[in-house]
């Protein structure tokens, strides 16, 4: 008995509901539905981005320790010690290799991308085998190339011992100059089959007669590829080489976990140095201007290569 009237309740409310609805004209009830459909996520934005955005640059004009509630008001002097501090933009240098290793790993898996997209027996287990690496735990990943890289018990070492190589073997994680391709090919093994897959899926995009019409009017498949495919895959190409821009300038994980920013910080990028200049020498005022600038660098970069893009596509 109660349960039919409540749904008699909910078929009443759902009525008057409707009823309150044509009042409205056709527009009007548009853009409520909208707003409705907007509210939470707008909401969400609001208080999980935007919020935490504002107090990020308000605090980057404060002097805070992290945890004493004063935070006096210091102006632009954040700014000025990290523009005046040559070893901060020396850390670039670092993201550099990161930047480098992302165009690689682009080029690799634009080129597998291409190979699984012909009719290849075993092509959907590649695929797999591909991708496989980028749903892997990060922290898992990096303790696996730890163990390789190790200088005395690591598999890479032992391998070229075995074929040969020996003389080449060295401290990967210990050298200067080589520890950040190291963790540049760390990241480009497990992230590569993630480029491959968007790029598989640009190919795939691409409607078929075009490139047969391409083919009777006598172009090889050289010419094909730059004069149909890569017009057709260039929005993806340009979204693609913005996350790797972006993955270089936040490269955080594997140095963290791989070395700390060792040896003698010559594995440290501007994130790393940002989060120790926060928890570790508790100046939380230095390190938000810090993540202030690194995100204009970012809006910089995207705008730089949005003009790029368009005129290349042009």
């Known amino acids: 008995m109660s349960r039919s009237l409540s749904l008699s309740a909910r078929a009443t409310y759902r009525k008057k509901g409707n009823a309150a609805m044509r009042h409205f004209s056709y527009k009007t009830q548009k853009q409520v539905m909208i707003v409705l459909f907007l509210l939470l996520p707008v909401t969400l934005l609001a208080a999980f981005g935007i919020y935490p955005a504002v107090q990020l640059v308000r605090l980057s004009f404060t002097s805070w320790n992290g945890y004493?509630?004063?935070?006096?008001?210091?102006?632009?002097d954040n700014y000025r010690e990290v523009f005046q501090s040559p070893e901060l933009f020396r850390i670039f240098g670092h993201n550099a290799v990161y930047l480098l290793w992302g165009i690689v790993q682009n080029a690799v898996g634009l080129a597998f991308a291409i190979l699984l997209n012909a009719r290849l027996r075993g092509r959907n287990l590649y695929r797999v085998i591909l991708f496989l690496p980028f749903i892997?735990?990060?922290?898992?990943?990096?303790?696996m190339f730890k163990y390789m890289y190790h200088s005395?018990?690591?598999s890479?070492?032992?391998?070229?011992?075995?074929?040969?190589?020996?003389?080449?073997?060295?401290s990967w994680l210990g050298n200067p100059d080589l520890v950040n391709h190291a963790l540049g090919f760390?990241?480009?093994w497990r992230n590569m089959g993630f480029n491959m897959v968007i790029y598989l899926a640009a190919l795939q995009s691409i409607p078929s007669d075009i490139l047969e019409a391409a083919r009777i009017d006598g172009a090889n498949r050289q010419q094909a590829f730059v004069r149909v495919t890569?017009?057709?895959?260039?929005?993806?190409v340009e979204l693609n080489l913005f996350l790797t821009v972006i993955g270089a300038l936040e490269a955080f994980e594997l140095p963290f976990l791989l070395t700390g920013g060792g040896p003698l910080g010559a594995s440290e990028t501007f994130v790393t140095?940002?989060?120790s200049t926060a928890f570790k020498f508790s100046d939380f005022g230095l390190a938000s201007a810090m993540s202030v600038i690194l995100l204009l660098l970012v809006a910089a970069v995207l705008v730089m290569q949005r003009l790029l893009m368009r005129r290349w596509s042009h």
């Open 186 to 188: 760390a990241g480009f």
């Open 156 to 170: 890479l070492n032992a391998l070229l011992s075995t074929i040969g190589f020996g003389h080449v073997a060295v």
């Open 152 to 154: 005395q018990v690591g």
């Open 230 to 236: 890569l017009p057709g895959i260039v929005k993806i």
């Open 68 to 76: 004493l509630p004063g935070k006096p008001w210091v102006g632009l």
């Open 136 to 143: 892997l735990n990060g922290t898992a990943v990096a303790f």
């Open 273 to 275: 140095k940002t989060m």
